[in-house]
T-cell receptor
């Protein structure tokens, strides 16, 4: 899905450092999501946002923060409080997924960012 | 919250054979069940999805079945080809602060040998 761009592809973090992962989409999707992928763990939801200036915690939000100032952008910051940040991070987007309006719509993923600790 | 179990974790088949991957979910309110294929180092790609008002859906060699009573759904791939080799993830929807999100299974690594 060329409409979702994640950068950088690889990122290295030093101890005590915050790093920010970029996610941009040009699909005109309202909803955006961040997942963490570890070997054998599937995809776990970190944060999601359905509309601009609003976002909710997922299952593993501790040590992460997000912002949603523009519809196209949903950056994820991995803070120093995240003690085990090494993982593959995936951003996704979808049409507005309000349950009362029919619920989930297909999510489209970016190419991911692989974060490692130096 | 929703819990999705996926089996098997690895599956090896010969080219031309069929492959079946099974998932169970815990939340009876779940109403949307997508399947994603992820090749090594690449993004997950949606291959098929099914909603709770349908029992089966087909797309060429791929089919998904849903049993709401038993809370399980399965992916069926017929006439497998080496390019079907990848990790497959199932997912189930759940309510989250008034919005729907997805809970994923842990994945099945499918290896198709020529």
């Amino acid at each position: 899905d060329g409409g979702i761009t994640q950068s950088p592809k690889y990122l290295f973090r030093k101890e005590g450092q915050n790093v920010t992962l970029s996610c941009e989409q040009n699909l005109n999707h309202d909803a955006m999501y961040w997942y963490r992928q570890d070997p054998g763990q599937g995809l776990r939801l970190i944060y999601y946002s359905q509309i601009v200036n609003d976002f909710q915690k997922g299952d593993i939000a501790e040590g992460y923060s997000v912002s949603r100032e523009k519809k196209e952008s949903f950056p994820l910051t991995v803070t120093s409080a995240q003690k085990n940040p090494t993982a593959f991070y995936l951003c996704a987007s979808s049409i507005f997924a309000l349950e009362l309006l029919g619920g989930n719509q297909p999510q489209h993923f970016g190419d991911g960012t692989r974060l490692s600790i130096l | 919250g929703e819990n999705v179990e996926q089996h098997p974790s690895t599956l090896s088949v010969q080219e031309g054979d069929s492959a079946v991957i099974k998932c169970t979910y815990s939340d009876s309110a779940s109403n949307y069940f997508p399947w994603y294929k992820q090749e090594l180092g690449k993004r997950p790609q949606l291959i098929i999805d099914i909603r709770s008002n349908v029992g089966e859906k087909k797309d060429q060699r791929i089919a998904v079945t849903l049993n709401k009573t038993a809370k399980h759904f399965s992916l069926h791939i017929t006439e497998t080809q080496p390019e079907d080799s990848a990790v497959y993830f199932c997912a189930a929807s759940r309510m989250n602060s008034g919005y729907s999100t997805l809970t994923f299974g842990k994945g099945t690594m499918l290896l198709v040998s020529p």
